[in-house]
């Protein structure tokens, strides 16, 4: 496997924040058919379902903490509380998903202290639903869903340089900020050509 680096992105929005962008009209009113929906309870068939025909083409269902090994632990954090599963459709045809979840922005990734917020695990459309501006509408949707049923003042996440070349971009419209960047190896990783190289994952593999 190579050990080339890859860049991992924190991103995070704050309450202030989004509202000013919303107030100011600076996410797409015309919606072309497209939709959110919530799956209540999360339901882990959906899930993976949705992080094969999402996710593979930019290898999210070759890490560990994804993989089919991990189900048990996936479960859990679907169904714990605060879990919430959003699946994006246009015309009723699904074409991405969301899953977020309450989590702590660690102070050590540059916020000033540790901010309890919600953590969007998993965002994205298919791939060939990419590139129309479809996220730019549903994304601000998706962050309103979830600011205006929680009591915590911060969204936050990650993403990395192996996504879609145009994802730090695509948050950064959105009034996202990048607090924090680290390269890191590939270690996460258990694809090449094809394979699945870890048989066994690591015991304190969990979700944050």
Partial sequence: MSKSTYTNFHIAICRDAFQKYACAGRYPMENNGLNITEEVPPNYETWRN???????????????????SNELKIKEKLLSEGSRLFLLSKHDKE???????????????????DNPGMKIE??????????????????????????????MNLIFLETRSTNHNKVVPFYEKLGMEVINMEECLP????????RRLVE?????????
């Fill in 187 to 194: 270690d996460d990783l258990i694809q090449q050509d094809g």
């Fill in 50 to 68: 949705q992080m094969e025909t999402v996710g593979a083409p930019w290898g999210w269902n070759m890490r560990p903490i994804y993989h089919t």
């Fill in 95 to 113: 074409i991405g998903f969301c899953w977020a979840y309450p989590s702590t922005l660690k102070k050590a990734l540059g916020y000033g202290h």
């Fill in 122 to 151: 998993t965002f994205g459309l298919r791939e060939e639903e990419t590139n129309k501006g479809y996220g730019q509408y549903l994304a601000p949707r998706l962050l309103s869903r979830i600011f205006n049923n929680e009591s």
């Fill in 200 to 208: 066994k994952l690591p015991e304190d593999l969990t979700f944050k």
